[in-house]
C-alpha cells in the first residue's frame, strides 16, 4: 500500500474499487448491485453487533447514562453528550483535566469489570487470534502521548448559525467544545498486531466499542482503519490518561487512540479488533462520518481534523471597559500551531497574538493571549490560526448535511459595559 493510503480519504476510495473489483470477478455482477450488496451487509452485521463483556445488565441499565459530574458552570448537557464549556479551561493548565473533559456518547456509558474484561484480535488477516486482559497490557512498556481527541461535528452549530445553514446541520450542535488535550498512555497497536501474528495481506483493522449497540441497522460504534495507519507508532491502545487510569465515561478500561484523526476513530471501551484481508464496512464509514451535500458529489470519508480556535470565554461574553487579556487555544491535525491573528472588529483589522512558550504542542493546542483596551458596547471578536504547514483557517467552509469539520473563523459575540 502506498503512503498516501493511509490517509483514510484516499484509502476509502481504493477499499471500495478493490471490494467492487473482486466481487465482479466472481459474481458478473453490476458495480450497482455490488454496492448495495456491500451497504447491506454492514447493516447485517451491524444489526448481528458483538456481544463482548460488557456490563449490560438490568443493573447498569438503571445506572445514569454518564458516570462524571459535569456540572452546568462547565458544561452543556446535548443529549447523551456532554460539551466543555470553553472558557472553563482558563487556568486549568495545559492539560485538560479529566473532570473537564467532553464526553461524546453514541449512547450510554458502560460499566465494565475490568477483571473480567479483555481485548480481542481475530479475523482473516492475523495468524494467531488472541485476547489480551487489562493486566496484559500492563506488562508491555508504557508509551505516553500528549494529543487531543476532537468529535468530528466539532463546531456544528456555526454552519446555521454563521453561515445561515437552513435546514441546520444534523446531529449534535457542538460549539467548541467537544475537544480536550490528554497525555495519554497505553501499547502500540502495532505490538499487540504482531503477537496476533498480523498477516502481510491485512488490509484493515476495525476496532469495535462494548457500548451498547446504537441501533438495530448500525450496530455497535467500528471503524475500520487501513492497515497501514494501523501499524504507525502513534496508535495506540490507552488505559491511561494524565497518569491514571482511564474514566469510565472516556474508555475504560483501554481505548484507541489515532492522533488526528477525527474522533469517531479513537474507538472507546473497545474490546475486540477485527483484522481482515478484505475490505471491511460499517456505517461508521458509509452512511456515517462522510461528506453529503451538493458541495461533495464524491461524498469522501472524513479523516484528518482540520485547523480551529476559540476564545476562553463565555458565548456570549460580558467584559469590562478598559484593557482586558483575551486567551484562548488553537489546534491543527497537522502538528503545531505557527500564528494567531485576532481582530476585535469582526475580521476589520487583525493583531498578532502571542503563543505562550511551552503551550503548542503537536497534534495538541496552542495556547495564546493578547490584550485588549474595550470600548463601551457590541463587538464580534474573531480568532484565525495558521498551523506548521501553512493551513489557517477560512473566513467560510463548504456545507455538508452532517455538519462535519468546521473550520471557519467564528465570530465570537461580546457586550462590554
Partial sequence: MSDSLKNEAH???????????????????????????????AATAASAGFLGNTASNAWAQSLPPIVKPTPADKFRTLGTNRETLFEAHKGQGYLTPASLFFIRNHTTTPRIDPAAWSLRIEGTGVTNPRSFTLDDLLAYP???????????GNGRSFYATQQGANPAA????????????????????????QAAGVKPSAVDVQPEGLDDIVSPTVGRVRRALPIQRALEDDVLVVYGLNGELLPQDHGFPARLLVPGWIGIANIKWIGRIEVSETPLFSAFNTTQYKYFGAAYPDEPVLTRQVVKSAFELPFPATLPSGLNLITGR????????????????????WRRAVIKQGGNGTQAWAEWQIPWVARTGTHALKARATDNLGNTQPDTVPFNTQGYLFSAVVRHPVNVT
Avoid: H, M
Fill in 11 to 41: 484509502y476509502d476510495q481504493d477499499r471500495l474499487e478493490r471490494f467492487v473489483w473482486a466481487q465482479q470477478q466472481t459474481t458478473g455482477r453490476s458495480r450497482r448491485d455490488i454496492l448495495k450488496q456491500a451497504f447491506g451487509l
Fill in 142 to 152: 508504557p508509551v505516553s502521548l500528549t494529543r487531543f481527541i476532537e468529535c468530528a
Fill in 170 to 193: 444534523s446531529g449534535t450542535q457542538w460549539r467548541l467544545g467537544a475537544i480536550g488535550v490528554g497525555n495519554w498512555t497505553g501499547v502500540r497497536l502495532s505490538t499487540l498486531l
Fill in 330 to 349: 488553537s489546534w491543527s491535525a497537522n502538528g503545531t500551531i505557527a500564528r494567531v491573528d485576532v481582530s476585535f472588529d469582526d475580521g476589520s483589522t
